[in-house]
């Protein structure tokens, strides 16, 4: 005999759906601590690399996912089960606690894991990619989901904006719960480039360094700059010594790329020139 649903939640008012609701709005969310995912990719992804589920809201009108085929999801949902945690809702309601126009089944509410720059593990000869005031959700969304297909060690937030975005965690397909992470200040960010001894690469339009004559091997922090203005005058010197500049070369009448193109395309160079034998 397959486990009965629950009673399903149907009411707006409902205490638990007021909380949903409101963790909806970006600045609410933050102020709690909370991360809030549509999707049971995203959720899994989630709930794999170690965020603390909270409650797993799930459409009437979906299967059962207590007996999915996915093993993933059902070992989850019977978990989630088993703690209470697990919650069957109207389709009314599910429009009012996902994002976007189209609910995807199911919304995961979790507690975020957040990594300091002092706790940064990197393996010798890193690769990392600094992401100086990047503020698009699904730029930085898109960044992250090339990091993890390339296999970038870690990935650095200077002053860029809330990975835990609806739209940043759609973007990167999950990627942000697995691509290891850490935010802080651009001085803060140096010291700790500085302190794994790596040498660093800016990605600026106006360099005359061409990407595919640079060296990307080694110990390297590739540095992409604002969706607006690119890196203007910041990392132009890191403890008095300049910062290589390296540029994409551009053929057409444009002069630059979207930054998550950016990054899949330096990216991508340099795990070629990293990884030869695998090319």
């Known amino acids: 005999m397959g486990a009965s649903k629950p009673i399903v939640l149907q ?48 459409a009437e009108t979906s299967a059962d996912p207590r007996q999915s085929s996915d093993p993933a999801t059902r070992q989850i949902c019977l978990a989630a089960d088993s703690a209470g945690q697990l919650h069957w809702v109207s389709e009314s309601i599910m429009k009012k606690i996902a994002y976007g126009q189209s609910p995807r089944g199911v919304v995961a509410e979790l507690e975020p894991r957040e990594q300091g720059l002092s706790d940064l593990q ?21 960044v992250f989901r090339c990091a993890d297909a390339v296999g ?20 990167s397909q999950g990627a942000v719960f697995h691509v290891k992470n850490a935010r802080g200040s651009q001085a803060e960010i140096a ?51 300049p910062v290589e ?13 979207n930054v998550s193109v950016s990054a899949a395309v330096i990216l991508y160079e340099a795990i070629r020139q990293r990884c030869p034998a695998n090319h």
Do not use: F
Not at 17 to 46: P, Q, S, Y
Not at 155 to 169: Q, R
Not at 245 to 257: E, R
């Open 122 to 142: 990197l393996p010798a000869d890193p690769l990392v990619m600094v992401l100086d005031r990047i503020e698009k959700p699904g730029n930085l969304g898109a």
């Open 245 to 257: 500049g390296i540029q994409i070369p551009m053929s057409g009448t444009v002069d630059s790329l």
């Open 152 to 171: 970038v060690d870690a990935v650095l937030l200077c002053e860029s904006g809330d990975l835990w975005n609806p739209n940043a965690i759609r973007s």
């Open 11 to 58: 009411s707006a008012a409902n205490p638990t759906i007021r909380h949903l609701v409101r963790m909806r709005d970006n600045r609410a969310r933050r102020k709690a601590g909370r991360v809030i995912v549509d999707g049971w990719r995203e959720t899994r992804h989630a709930v794999e690399a170690g965020l603390p589920l909270l409650g797993l809201y799930v």
């Open 191 to 241: 010291k700790c480039l500085e302190a794994h001894s790596m040498r660093l690469l800016a990605a600026r339009v106006e360099s005359s360094n061409p990407l595919w004559q640079a060296s990307l091997q080694g110990a390297v922090a590739i540095l992409l700059g604002s969706e607006a203005t690119g890196l203007g005058d910041r990392w132009q010197r890191v403890s008095g010594k």
